[in-house]
């Protein structure tokens, strides 16, 4: 299917009672624009999104001008607030500049170095109070077709001389925020965009600085990406990235099954039955670790051929300990431990079978199991789709 190319307008259309508010700001000689997805959505002409609106005054001296407006919420921590104008919540942000911000007064500060300071160029696209749209990353270029193309802010940045004089590269975003990492990463996932080659090169080289990020926010980052469409994607070609997160993972990159009933390596298998799962929690994480325990219980017969006795317990412990050191809820952990102990049982059910199970289990536990086996099978090998397809339509009657 061809990419559409889309027209990229040079104005956008301003909520007058936000306008307005922006107009109240100019007044008092301070710089405010919307950025962010409102102005994306607006460009791409798809419904209206929440409105953020950054400027270069400080916090408290917003709330001065804008006395006449409603705060419903103060973060001077973030420095933002967020106001109501005329029904339409607007989170209004002061310039943060990385650029000396110690010596210069924020309204010094330049919209440039503000925004240089976002993820990606799609998000640096800005709008004043008439919808007259400024680009200097130039982040129109890249929704000109879909998918849209994601470029980390920084990398049409000149080269930056050191003490010595030797040019180096301008650092990109996702350096300085292993963040956006896996923002990028969703984004991809999300199937809307693709990663330009300079900011996937640098992903995959800066893999490590993942592990920078807390455990609770690296786990909800990488959710974002195992829930995703294209997850088996992402995973296949930032395979440096998933083990940064689940170094328990690192053994099972390569390595060979021995098995008439796979054709893929372990990894591989993995990643494509997460990729075949329907999109439940709990059963994507169980398919991603399911089979993590094989390469410490492999044993080789005198024909080559592989088994694997109590690789399902040692995958469980894998689990266990990867997900509570990401501070997983004890909820969560509980039923990816329980589906993985189940993980071959669901490929020997026949209707009968499943539905007597339904006296051990909950409906909800009996439908997992089946759907997981299902993506396991579509993984191991074309041929089993009618298998799989068998134990869908099983999956589908438990629920009714």
Known sequence: MPDTIIEIPDHIDIPHQVATMMYYINERDYRCYIVGDYVKKMILGEPMEDIDIIVNAELDRLELILDNYRIIERNPEKNEMMVMA?????????????KFPEITPVD????????????????????DRSGNLKDPFDGASCLMNTPFLLKSVGEDEEPIADENGELNPAPLSIEKNPLF?????????????VISSKTSECIKKNAEIISKIEPKALREGF???????????????????????FPELTKTIDFQQHSIFQNY???EHLCKS???????????????????????CQA????????????????????????RRLEAPEELIDEVLFLITHHDMGEILEEQDAFELLNRFSKSDVRKIL??????????????????????????LISR
């Open 265 to 267: 390596t372990l990894y």
């Open 86 to 98: 005329g029904g339409i919540p607007v989170m209004i942000s002061s310039y943060r500049c990385e």
């Open 108 to 127: 010094r500060r330049s919209l440039t170095d503000e925004l240089s300071m976002r993820d990606f160029t799609v998000n640096t696209i800005c709008a």
């Open 274 to 296: 997460v990729g075949f799962s329907y999109p439940d929690l709990a059963l994507r994480y169980a398919l991603l670790f399911h089979g993590s325990g094989k390469p410490d």
């Open 371 to 396: 759907l997981l086996a299902c993506a396991n099978l579509r993984a191991k090998s074309e041929e089993n789709e009618q298998k799989a397809a068998s134990l869908k339509k099983i999956s589908e």
């Open 181 to 193: 990492i896996l923002k990028a990463l969703a984004l991809m996932g999300s199937g809307e965009y």
């Open 223 to 245: 959710e974002e990406i195992l829930m995703s469409k294209r997850v088996n994607d992402v995973f296949t070609e930032y395979k440096d990235i998933v083990t940064a997160i």
């Open 300 to 323: 080789l017969n005198s024909n080559g051929a592989a088994t694997y006795y109590g690789h399902g317990e040692r995958s469980m412990i894998i689990a266990g300990n990867a997900l």
